[in-house]
């Protein structure tokens, strides 16, 4: 009688704790929202959204952020296309060919220690690179840059959801005398829902990166115009406008970081919805 009252005082405790996290994470991520939406929507407006900055745009004068909307977007899409061609074929290599050898732990520990470093160290890596080369800071260094940055985001979050798919796909598929190949599209197709996901997750963290951006891709008040080039990103963007001592390029930071913080709610919102809606097809 002691042992079941124990258990159930051991069950209602952490279950309010649970709670509790579950409401603590919820206020703080309220009073985030809050700050950036009462403080961003004062300096918001539609020529912060149409305009490149203005040459006294930091002194106060006219223009807006759209070149950082611009090089955000061009560096998050390239990073993730690029990350995505590396990390779908490892991860769909490790589990077909090789699901429970050491190169497969091996490599998910590599994985884990490189989403552990952080990306102002990956700019770093990259600032030291381009310097060795002779690549000035250009929308190509930030992509590569930013591809490193979340290429074990990407594998390690699609590593989880292909390790969801049933044990019995790969009997089933290999019994009726499939190849490892095909059975490779087959898991694809299995899985897409999830990689669809984790791609959005990624492009997520690639456009709120700003240390990576600040060594690699520079800044800019000029739009994107080559890969080459230059170019500015939102992060980066609020960086510059807080450091001014002018109250209303202050303003017009947190209405840059309201956009991106705008953009980052709505890719994950649409990767909740791709899951759920995607994942009713597949084989649980």
């Not at 594998?155 to 009997?171: C, G, H, K, N, S």
């Not at 898991?187 to 963290?205: C, D, S, W």
Request: proline share 5%; hydrophobic share 55%; with cysteine.
């Amino acid at each position: 009688m002691n042992r079941q009252k124990m258990r159930k005082l051991e069950e209602t405790f952490f279950t309010w704790l649970m709670r509790f996290c579950l409401i603590g994470a919820g206020a703080i991520l309220t009073i985030i929202l809050w700050v950036i939406a009462s403080r961003g929507l004062q300096g918001l407006s539609w020529e912060i959204l149409t305009q490149p900055p203005e040459g006294s745009f930091y002194l106060g004068g006219g223009g807006g952020i759209l070149n950082a909307i611009m090089g955000s977007l061009y560096l998050a899409t390239g990073a993730t296309i690029l990350a995505s061609f590396i990390a779908a074929p490892v991860v769909l290599f490790m589990h077909v060919y090789a699901p429970h050898s050491k190169f497969a732990h091996g490599l998910r520990l590599a994985l884990d220690i490189m989403w552990g470093i952080p990306s102002i160290v990956y700019g770093a890596f990259g600032f030291a690179i381009m310097v060795a080369i002779g690549l000035r800071a250009s929308l190509l260094a930030g992509i590569l840059t930013l591809t490193l940055v979340i290429i074990p985001i990407l594998a390690r979050t699609y590593d989880e959801i292909v390790a969801m798919a049933p044990r019995d796909l790969r009997d089933v598929t290999l019994a009726l005398g499939s190849t490892r190949l095909e059975y490779l599209g087959v898991l694809l197709r299995q899985t897409l829902p999830g990689l669809l996901t984790a791609l959005l997750l990624a492009f997520g963290r690639a456009i709120g990166d700003a240390a990576a951006m600040l060594f690699t891709a520079g800044y800019t008040d000029n739009m994107p115009d080559g890969l080459l080039r230059p170019v500015a990103s939102l992060p980066v963007a609020v960086f510059f406008q807080l450091s001014t001592p002018f109250p209303a390029v202050q303003a017009r930071a947190y209405a840059s970081a309201l956009v991106l913080t705008t953009i980052i709610l709505v890719v994950s919102l649409l990767a909740q919805w791709t899951m759920r809606r995607l994942g009713r097809h597949v084989i649980r």
